[in-house]
């Protein structure tokens, strides 16, 4: 990864995420940074810049702020990264279909079954 590289990592459910975090983050070696609110990625954004976090993958179900209003923050900030939603959400359901439309740029499941997907995107 290029120098300064880091991925911000958004999971309120603190077994999963460092379920990602090891499957993924660590496996590949990949720098991140994890939070577990909406607020705390914008936060975050706010104080490192718009291009410290070229990847962000947020899940959608936060208890501050869904992960739709924080990717809508995001890119009305002028964010023009990556950004990934995480969701256990199933296809079709309504607030899937809206955390989709709201700036990401890819939206995958929760499912151990998504981590390759991940992986790639990372790669």
Known sequence: FP???CV???EDD???RRSVELRLFVKLGVPYE???TGAAVLAKVRQAGLEAYPLII???CMPDMT???????LRRF???GTIVGMTGDP???DHRQAFEASGLDMCTGKEPSSIPELSAKLK
């Open 3 to 5: 120098p300064g590289f």
């Open 8 to 10: 911000l990592y958004a």
């Open 14 to 16: 603190a077994v999963l």
């Open 34 to 36: 994890s939070v577990c």
């Open 58 to 60: 947020v899940d959608n």
């Open 67 to 73: 992960g739709s209003e924080a990717v809508g923050h």
């Open 78 to 80: 002028g964010y023009r």
């Open 91 to 93: 296809q079709g359901c």
